[in-house]
């Protein structure tokens, strides 16, 4: 394969974007990062072009992709580029993807941002229908241009944050280190009906099921695909969740979500 794309996704936006990019791209593979988040040995990716797509979690690159590229060993002369997507901001992210690629001898070439509907129902519910359509349609016409960039290997300014964000980088990276303790959050409803999908679709494979009810674990991404995704809206988080609208992702399925591993 010339490009590979390696991907981060809990309520489907980053997956659809780089479903879309990968099939403007063409030879291009695919790839889940939990899907081989746990491999023993570091990775060696030989493709021509290299893309990670990932949401922006408080301003923050998620601590799973620092972890996976953490694993990888780079070539020479590889056009790499990063494709975030966010509800408010891609603030610090490109910038903490940059270094820690520069941990593994590798830089980032380029940076796209794009926003997509929000999805993080322990502050906010989903947004209106309509605006989520307009927002989705933006986004698919951004998708096809960082295909047509990545092309040509078009080169992009890397944004690092503003000044005043810089200067709560470290509280907001505090935030996201202690993701696995705020799991405990985390509890399922009466209504729940021991179906499993939570344990299925969760990217860190952090929720177990003891006598058909979910048993969350100390390794959450805050992804709140658990929540996002059940089928009878019976899990949630804390008290803040009970009364708001869910989103996923319209255009990807349910299967596709799953932790599983390619043969």
Same mark, same amino acid.
């Given at each position: 394969?010339?490009?590979?794309? !390696?991907? #981060?996704?809990?309520?489907?936006?980053?997956?659809?974007?780089?479903?879309?990019?990968? @099939?403007? +791209?063409?030879?291009?593979?695919?790839?889940?990062? *939990?899907?081989?988040?746990?491999?023993?040995?570091?990775?060696?990716?030989?493709? &021509?072009?290299?893309?990670?797509? #990932?949401?922006?979690?408080?301003?923050?690159?998620? %601590?799973? $992709?620092? /972890? !996976?590229?953490?694993?990888?060993?780079?070539? /020479? &002369? @590889?056009?790499?580029? =990063?494709?975030?997507?966010?509800? =408010?901001?891609?603030? +610090?992210?490109? =910038?903490?993807?940059?270094?820690?690629?520069?941990?593994?001898?590798?830089?980032?070439?380029?940076?796209?941002?794009?926003?997509?509907?929000?999805?993080?129902?322990?502050?906010?519910?989903?947004? %209106? @229908?309509?605006?989520?359509?307009?927002? +989705?349609? /933006?986004?698919?016409?951004?998708?096809? =241009?960082?295909?047509?960039?990545?092309?040509?290997?078009?080169?992009?300014?890397? *944004? /690092?944050?503003?000044?005043?964000?810089?200067?709560?980088?470290?509280?907001?990276?505090?935030?996201?280190?202690?993701?696995?303790? $705020?799991?405990?959050? #985390?509890?399922?409803?009466?209504?729940?009906?021991?179906?499993?999908?939570?344990?299925?679709?969760?990217?860190?494979?952090?929720?177990?099921?003891?006598?058909?009810?979910?048993?969350?674990?100390?390794?959450?991404? @805050?992804?709140?695909?658990?929540?996002?995704?059940?089928?009878? &809206?019976?899990?949630?988080?804390?008290?803040?969740?009970?009364?708001?609208?869910?989103?996923?992702?319209?255009?990807?399925?349910?299967?596709?979500?799953?932790?599983?591993?390619?043969?």
């Amino acid at each position: 394969m010339k490009n590979v794309i !390696f991907y #981060f996704s809990g309520t489907g936006n980053s997956l659809a974007l780089a479903k879309q990019i990968t @099939q403007k +791209l063409g030879d291009t593979e695919l790839i889940s990062v *939990p899907a081989y988040s746990d491999a023993a040995e570091p990775i060696k990716i030989t493709a &021509e072009r290299i893309g990670f797509v #990932f949401p922006v979690y408080f301003g923050c690159l998620p %601590p799973v $992709m620092k /972890r !996976f590229i953490s694993n990888l060993e780079f070539g /020479r &002369e @590889q056009y790499i580029f =990063g494709v975030a997507n966010f509800g =408010g901001g891609s603030w +610090l992210a490109f =910038g903490q993807l940059d270094s820690a690629l520069a941990e593994r001898g590798a830089a980032l070439s380029a940076a796209f941002p794009v926003k997509m509907p929000g999805n993080y129902i322990v502050k906010y519910g989903a947004l %209106p @229908q309509s605006l989520q359509n307009k927002i +989705l349609e /933006r986004a698919k016409s951004k998708a096809d =241009g960082i295909a047509e960039a990545v092309k040509g290997k078009i080169p992009s300014a890397i *944004p /690092r944050g503003a000044p005043p964000l810089k200067i709560f980088e470290k509280r907001l990276l505090k935030i996201t280190e202690g993701f696995g303790k $705020m799991a405990e959050n #985390f509890h399922a409803g009466e209504n729940c009906n021991g179906c499993g999908v939570c344990a299925k679709v969760c990217p860190a494979g952090n929720i177990s099921l003891k006598d058909s009810a979910p048993v969350w674990g100390g390794s959450c991404e @805050q992804c709140m695909a658990c929540i996002q995704w059940c089928p009878r &809206e019976a899990v949630n988080y804390a008290d803040k969740t009970a009364k708001r609208k869910r989103y996923h992702h319209p255009e990807i399925k349910l299967s596709e979500m799953f932790r599983t591993k390619p043969d």
